[in-house]
């Protein structure tokens, strides 16, 4: 039976134990350290075409990783590539959607399948191109976002708006649509309140059911360090 528990508390890392025979799903490049018992075996995202379909058109990792207990049990350590939080979400009576880069780790019973979204979403939204991950069967999943993680419940009574970048998973249940979100009314007045409190467009969640926040934005803080450049530099050769 495979066990995840996590360990750590800032950047945790992902412990995995598997009994001989086990296996376990993880994104491409998560593993740390693992014991002989235990092999790694790449696999292909979905399928061959959805695969390709979400290389080139989201520009997002080809190969995933199976982990075998081919000789014994085992543990391994996995870990996001970009610092932040990690939580187990229990997939059955929900599943889940899962943003660009935040699926970690998934229980074999756990099968992740390729969904399109609109051309508007998939342009705009941020929230994973023109396919998004999402899943199906029984189990548990690993996510990771970046920074720290947070749940937020949506109610019909309670709609939720998130910012594209911070959206890590969200119920499958849940409609969501592009909004710009803003007290001002008219189609002018939201752009240009949109551009002066820097919040342009984000998601508006609808139905019940719950969403995973993370509390940095990849993008925002790419963008920072590409404006700040150059006070990022190596010390001169003396």
Not at 46 to 57: D, N, P, T
Not at 94 to 115: H, I, W
Not at 164 to 175: E, F
Request: one cysteine or more.
């Amino acid at each position: 039976m495979v066990r995840f528990d996590i360990t750590g508390g800032i950047d945790p890392l992902l412990c995995v134990s598997l009994d001989k025979g086990d296996k376990v799903l993880a994104e491409s490049n998560a593993m740390v350290a693992m014991d002989s018992t235990l092999a790694l075996k790449g696999r292909v995202k979905g399928g061959i075409m959805s695969s390709l379909a979400r290389k080139f058109l989201n520009d997002e990792t080809f190969f995933q990783q199976n982990i075998e207990a081919d000789k014994g049990p085992g543990q391994i350590l996995l870990a996001p590539n970009i610092p932040g939080d990690v939580r187990l979400l229990d997939v059955g009576e929900r599943q889940y959607m899962l943003a660009d880069g935040s699926f970690l780790a998934a229980t074999p019973s756990v099968t992740l399948a390729t969904k399109s979204q609109g051309i508007g979403r998939a342009i705009l939204g941020d929230s994973g191109g023109f396919f998004v991950m999402g899943t199906e069967g029984e189990g548990q999943i690993a996510v990771s976002g970046f920074g720290s993680l947070r749940e937020i419940e949506v109610t019909p009574e309670k709609p939720v708006f998130v910012d594209n970048g911070h959206l890590v998973a969200w119920d499958a249940s849940l409609d969501y649509e592009l909004s710009l979100n803003t007290g001002r009314t008219g189609l002018l007045g939201k752009l240009v309140n949109s551009q002066t409190t820097g919040e342009c467009i984000v998601l508006r969640f609808r139905g019940t059911g719950r969403i995973l926040v993370c509390s940095r934005n990849k993008g925002g803080f790419i963008e920072w360090i590409l404006q700040n450049g150059n006070f990022i530099k190596a010390p001169a050769n003396e």
